[in-house]
Every structure is written in C-alpha cells, then in structure tokens.
C-alpha cells in the first residue's frame, strides 16, 4: 500500500513538471510569434485606439523623426488626467503608424519655478501660439496648480508647430470640452503632421474688385489657410484698371480683340486655382463676369461664396441708432439659382445670439453687454464633417438661404438658426433701443433657418440658354460638370476679423469687446469653420473625414460619487475581506470532507 502510495505521488510529480514544461514553451513560441508576426486588436466599440487611412498616410509620408513636446503634465483636476492619458494613446497610434519616426514627451515646465520664472515661461510659450488655462477645482478640493498649458510644440526639421489638446466653448463645462477635445485630437495631431508634410501645391485666392472685405480685414483666415495653401488675390471686376492692367501689352498688339483677350487672360488666371473665395461682395457683378465664374466651376473650379442680400452694419446703428436695410442687388441670384439655392432678403432673428457693448446709464455709465438678435449663434448639430465636433459660429446680420428642388444637386446646411429664431423680411429697422427690450419668446417660432450649405453633385450652367453670351466670348463654353461641389454662405462678416484703430488683426472668430466685457476670452469657431470649408473643398489627403469619428466616453455620474461615496467605500473595504473569510471556511469545509 504504501508502494504504490508512492507510486501515484510521482506519477503526480512527473505530470506536474510535464504541464509546467509545455506552459513555458507554449508561452515562450506565442512571444516569438508576436515579435515575428505584429498584430493588434482594437477592441473597442467606436475603434478609438485605430487611425483613419487618412492618418495612416499622412504619418507614413515623414521622412525624418517628428519631435513633440506635450506640457501637459504636473499635478491637476482628473478631467485633465483623462485628456493627457488619451494624448499620449494616441500618440503611439501615430508612432506606430509612422514607422518610428513620431517621438514624444511629457513636461511639467512650470514645477520647481519662481513666479517670475512661470510668467516668463507662459509669456513664450503664449507667443507661439500655444493654450494656457488655470483648473476649475470643486468646493471641497484644494487647488493645486495655478496654471495648465494642455498644449504641445511639434518640432519638423528645424521648424516649430503649435498643437492645442484642449478645445474651449464660451458657455459650456469643462467636462463637456474635454470630451470634445478627446474625440478630436487625432484630427488636430493628424492637422499638425499635414502642416509638416505639406508642399503647397494647392492654390486658392480671395477675389476683389466688388468692394469685398480688405485683405485686412480676413487676414487671420489668409494667415491660417496659408501654412496649407498658397493664397492669393485675384480681381474679376473687367472694368477695373487693376484688372486690366495685367493685359495691356496684348490688347495694344491687337486692340480689335481687346475683349477676348481680357476674357480668356482673367479666365486663365483663375483657372489657376483650385478655389475662389468669394468674400462680402458689395457691387454688383456684370454678366460677362458671371460668365466667368460659372465656367469655372464648369471646369472643376471650387467656391466658397459669402454673400450678404442686405446692406446692414453695426457701425451704422451704432452712428445713426437706427437704420433701414436695403437691398444689395450683388446680380448672383439667377448664377446661384441654378445650382440649387437662393439667399433670401432678409434677416435672421434668434434669441441664441450673442451680443454687443452698451453703455448703462442707470449704472453710472459703465459699458455692459447686451444680447443682439441680430448676432445669431449657430451651433452645429450635424455629423457631416466640416461641422462635426464644432462649437458655435458667430454670424452678424446673417440672410436665410432657401434650397431649391434640384435632383442633381444634393444640399447639405451646415449652419442653421436655433429653436427661438425667426426671419425678418426687406426693410428691416434695426435700431439700438432693441437692446435690453422685453422679448416675446411665443414670437421667435420659425426655426431651422439655413445660413450655410453645402452643394455636391451635377451642376448645369446658367447660361446653357443664353446663346447671346455664349457667342460673345471667345471661352470654350461647357454646359455641365458631373460632380462639383461649393459652398454658400449668407454672412460675409462670418470670414472677418476684428482689427483695432492702430490695425492689429485679432484673432478670426475672437470678440475683443466681449472678452474685455467679461474678463475672460471669447472665440467662436469662426475660423475652425472657413478651414473646414476649405479642407472638404480641396484637402486631397481627407484629412477632414477624420472629424466624423465619433468616441462615447463613459464617464462616471459625478453626483452619485459624491452622494454615495461613503457606501462604495465601505463595500470596497469590507466586501474583499468577507468574502475571503467565505472561501477560507468553505475550502476549509471541502478539504476536511475530501481527506478526513
């Protein structure tokens, strides 16, 4: 008996050391077939650990190692310990994707400082374009940091890019922003490689010569769209000598084709841009130069219209106190008519709207700020793109875009008016004592009022029916195009920047006065917008399709913390303890009953 007791103890023994054998090579050939065969699973719903292909490409075409230096880090609020783990995630993402050649780090650059150190080190940091925000701390939290720079410098041979993580809205939590801010960043990191990778081979221009906005006056919109883009200007307005001049010596060569010289001189021209933007025009176009605009979109030509239908300006209510609005006559509306839309005559009213400095007498004259119905805030809702993920665009005196039933051509609005607005019809008075009036809500009940859209598909000339022109003009005429794509926009102020008396260009979609109002900055995504518009048109790398990636993060219900954190933390406490008493007595119980 006892013999083969003995017996079975080794025949145990050997088995024991056998499965241990087979697990350590079992394991050791899977971490051999990892290295030799790489292969990762995102297991994710929504897929947030997965570059877009348009990612992939773009981190694939750096040639030499991308350096980014992250500042966020150092002691502050959980929210921010969410945006800094999901940065570097990503990160790796695009390390991954680029081959190796995306490095990175993680900087607490205001620890162990003096506080002149700290406002030195913000100064520059500032002056390079980078985000610096101070916490938002609960009641019963300490603050622990005065300063939070969640922001990064991209270094490219030997050149310097700001990349922003976090995406601030006026108005909205920092729970909501720093979401937001997550499901963008591979779009904002992917934008920063696009800049480092770019060649400029695109070309696009603001066109003149029909009183549009001075180059001043979009000039951080030139700015920006330059680091993708090479911009220009060009004047469509064939009565003007700034036009003209540009062909003179041909037309006195042959002063009998002077016409078709200028026609096919300014056409040439534009045809070498992939896009005109058509800013604020505020004089009328002619036929011929209409001519010129719907054969370039025949030839493939991408536009971006903003156009206004009435003459109204806050520089003339704030004069005049009062004015009426009149009718702009700008002769677009048979050229957009055809392609599916019709910029109506009047104005949007909305009670979501932002607002102008007044002067408050009863306070002793101190300047407050005061909700303008005519200042409509719009905030996207829509998952197309350009529009995805956007905060609210600020528009000024902006018209009513009407879409027309035109099967070939598919709409899209991109902005449109809230819930309490309604539409004011030709003349509209808009007088200053609006502000601060008692407003009937019942009265604003014509939502849904577009102001921007997006047209695609098949477009028809005008002037298919026009022959008179057609012989007029020595251009090849084209009737159609298959697919095109543009887009109109009922506000020319949305494209313009502040500029102060001493001509400093503020930010596109910065408010200076209401900023100054309530001590804090004000930025609409006015400019994230004319770039997104721009993008969709003429990006071939479809970056802009990274927007659309939607990312559900589950966060916990911040109440039910605070309300039942005693519980959960007597369960955390006591639970694990009860329940190894339980397995103790209960593996106690069986053993007894198995070896008794």
Same mark, same amino acid.
């Given at each position: 008996m006892v013999e083969k007791t003995k017996e079975l103890k080794g025949n145990q023994k050997r088995k024991g050391i056998s499965g241990l054998l087979i697990l350590v090579v079992f394991l050791s050939a899977l971490n051999v077939a990892g290295d030799l065969w790489y292969k990762r699973f995102d297991l994710t719903k929504e897929k947030r650990f997965t570059l877009s292909p348009a990612s992939e490409k773009l981190a694939q075409k750096l040639d030499d190692v991308v350096y980014v230096q992250v500042f966020l880090d150092g002691k502050f609020p959980s929210e921010y310990q969410r945006l800094k783990n999901a940065t570097r995630d990503m990160l790796d993402e695009f390390r991954r994707a680029s081959g190796g050649n995306l490095e990175y780090r993680f900087e607490d650059l205001l620890a162990d400082k003096t506080v002149d150190e700290?406002?030195?080190?913000?100064?520059?940091?500032?002056?390079?374009?980078?985000?610096?925000?101070?916490?938002?701390?609960?009641?019963?939290e300490a603050e622990v940091e005065k300063f939070i720079i969640p922001s990064a410098l991209v270094l490219y041979k030997n050149n310097e890019y700001p990349l922003n993580l976090l995406k601030r809205e006026f108005g909205k939590t920092l729970d909501n922003d720093i979401n937001s801010s997550i499901e963008l960043l591979e779009y904002e990191i992917g934008n920063v490689i696009r800049q480092c990778?770019?060649?400029?081979?695109a070309k696009i221009a603001f066109t003149s010569g029909?009183?549009?906005?001075?180059?001043?006056?979009?000039?951080?919109?030139?700015?920006?769209?330059?680091?993708?883009?090479?911009?220009?200007?060009?004047?469509?307005?064939?009565?003007?000598?700034? *036009?003209?001049?540009?062909?003179?010596?041909?037309?006195?060569?042959?002063p009998e084709n002077a016409g078709s010289i200028l026609i096919n001189g300014v056409m040439e021209q534009m045809n070498q841009y992939k896009a005109l933007i058509v800013a604020k025009p505020r004089m009328n176009f002619l036929d011929n130069e209409l001519y010129l605009l719907d054969q370039y979109v025949m030839n493939g030509g991408k536009l971006i219209v903003l156009a206004e239908s009435l003459i109204a300006e806050?520089?003339?209510?704030?004069?005049?106190?009062?004015?009426?609005?009149?009718?702009?006559?700008?002769?677009?509306?048979?050229?957009?008519?055809?392609?599916?839309?019709?910029?109506?005559?009047?104005?949007?009213?909305?009670? =979501? *709207?932002?607002?102008?400095?007044?002067?408050?007498?009863?306070?002793?004259?101190?300047?407050?700020?005061?909700?303008?119905?005519f200042y409509p805030l719009f905030a996207p809702d829509s998952e197309q793109p350009i529009v995805?993920?956007?905060?609210?665009?600020?528009?000024?005196?902006?018209?009513?875009?009407?879409?027309?039933?035109?099967?070939?051509?598919?709409k899209t609005p991109l902005l449109?008016?809230?819930?309490?607005?309604?539409?004011?019809? =030709?003349?509209? =008075?808009?007088?200053?004592?609006?502000?601060?009036?008692?407003?009937?809500?019942a009265m604003f009940n014509k939502p849904g009022n577009i102001a921007a859209v997006l047209l695609e598909g098949r477009f028809r000339s005008v002037f298919a029916h026009r022959p008179a022109m057609k012989d007029k003009t020595p251009l090849d005429f084209k009737e159609t195009i298959d697919h095109n794509s543009m887009i109109v926009i009922s506000d020319g102020d949305l494209i313009a920047n502040q500029v102060s008396k001493d001509n400093q260009v503020y930010p596109l979609g910065y408010d200076r006065f209401a900023s100054k109002a309530f001590n804090e900055s004000v930025v609409?995504?006015?400019?994230?917008?004319?770039?997104?518009?721009?993008?969709?048109?003429?990006?071939?790398? =479809?970056?802009?399709?990274?927007?659309?990636?939607?990312?559900?993060?589950?966060?916990?219900?911040?109440?039910?913390?605070?309300?039942?954190?005693?519980?959960w933390q007597l369960v955390n406490m006591v639970l694990p303890v009860v329940l190894m008493i339980v397995f103790g007595l209960v593996n106690g119980f069986i053993r007894k009953r198995k070896y008794a």
């Open positions: 700290k406002e030195e080190i913000l100064r520059e940091l500032y002056s390079k374009g980078l985000q610096i925000t101070t916490p938002e701390v609960e009641d019963d990778v770019a060649e400029k081979v029909h009183d549009e906005l001075e180059p001043i006056e979009y000039a951080d919109a030139a700015k920006s769209l330059s680091e993708f883009y090479k911009v220009d200007r060009i004047n469509l307005n064939l009565t003007d000598t700034n *036009c003209t001049k540009h062909f003179l010596p041909q037309i006195e060569k042959d806050m520089d003339s209510v704030a004069k005049y106190g009062t004015i009426m609005t009149a009718d702009y006559n700008l002769n677009l509306n048979d050229l957009l008519f055809r392609y599916g839309v019709r910029i109506n005559p009047d104005l949007i009213e909305d009670l =979501n *709207c932002h607002g102008i400095p007044v002067i408050q007498t009863q306070q002793g004259g101190k300047p407050g700020f005061k909700p303008w119905i995805r993920n956007l905060t609210s665009v600020w528009g000024r005196f902006v018209s009513s875009i009407d879409t027309l039933p035109n099967k070939e051509v598919k449109v008016s809230g819930p309490n607005s309604r539409v004011a019809q =030709n003349p509209v =008075n808009v007088s200053i004592g609006m502000v601060g009036l008692k407003i009937d809500q609409f995504a006015n400019k994230k917008f004319i770039l997104n518009c721009v993008d969709f048109l003429c990006d071939d790398s =479809n970056l802009i399709e990274v927007r659309s990636k939607k990312i559900v993060l589950r966060l916990l219900d911040k109440v039910k913390v605070k309300t039942d954190r005693r519980k």
